[in-house]
């Protein structure tokens, strides 16, 4: 933004200082705060930086294409479905926070498609995650809870209803998200883990069988069956 004329050097100063006096927030923050640059400047800014496209605005029809990503970790990123591209099977993912290479991973390997960054103002992003909350999205299902039995029994309940011809899990940040796909439609089931420290990992686990990886679950009227559910992700 220097190199640019957006910024003076004694602008970048100003901004670090009061960051630095405050203790939080990131130097764009503090460019918006002492007026130093708009929003869209400090996003433009970015999408440079990270080398990904700025999207000024967004259809909410996209988030279900081609596959819906639970609101929840949608939430928990902070970002949003920008737009997709039947022809590439490319999902365009944008972020208002920071680009995280992770996620964008896991969803490709979840939601069998090609997934493509791009850079987004925090506001907006903000703004259509809340229009999202008002909407009806009966595909998500979420539970707060780190018991490892109880989300076993819940996911064998669900698998009996659904009978999903195809079954995915994946951790992202502090969600376990079983992705339970049928002919009609898919079943997002989203595991709150509530950490008490910060989430740190991504990760992917695939089968198309019942039997997940290291997850393991019985169907309630299995005859001493057990509750317990090993799985390889920590806290």
Not at 5 to 12: A, F, N, Q, R
Not at 150 to 175: D, H, K, L, W
Not at 196 to 201: E, N, T
Request: net charge positive; charged share 20%; aromatic share 8%.
């Amino acid at each position: 933004m220097v190199a640019r004329g957006k910024l003076t050097h004694v602008e970048v100063r100003a901004a670090l200082e009061a960051q630095r006096r405050a203790g939080y927030g990131k130097i764009g923050d503090w460019l918006e705060k002492l007026g130093f640059a708009s929003e869209q400047e400090v996003t433009a800014a970015l999408a440079v930086q990270w080398g990904c496209p700025l999207v000024s605005s967004f259809d909410l029809g996209i988030v279900d294409m081609p596959g819906s990503i639970p609101l929840p970790i949608l939430e928990s990123f902070q970002m949003l479905p920008a737009n997709y591209t039947a022809a590439t099977n490319t999902l365009y993912l944008a972020f208002g926070e920071r680009v995280d290479h992770a996620a964008l991973y896991t969803i490709e390997r979840t939601l069998d498609c090609r997934t493509q960054p791009c850079v987004a103002q925090r506001r907006k992003i903000a703004c259509r995650l809340d229009d999202l909350r008002q909407m009806p999205r009966p595909g998500d299902v979420e539970f707060v809870t780190r018991d490892f039995g109880e989300m076993a029994r819940i996911t064998s309940s669900y698998v009996n209803r659904v009978n999903p011809e195809q079954v995915r899990i994946c951790r992202m940040g502090s969600f376990i998200w079983l992705r339970l796909k049928a002919r009609a439609a898919a079943t997002n089931l989203v595991f709150n883990l509530v950490p008490k420290r910060a989430p740190s990992r991504v990760g992917f686990l695939e089968s198309s069988s019942l039997s997940l990886a290291s997850l393991t679950y019985s169907t309630p009227s299995a005859p001493g069956a057990s509750d317990e559910m090993p799985l390889p992700l920590g806290d």
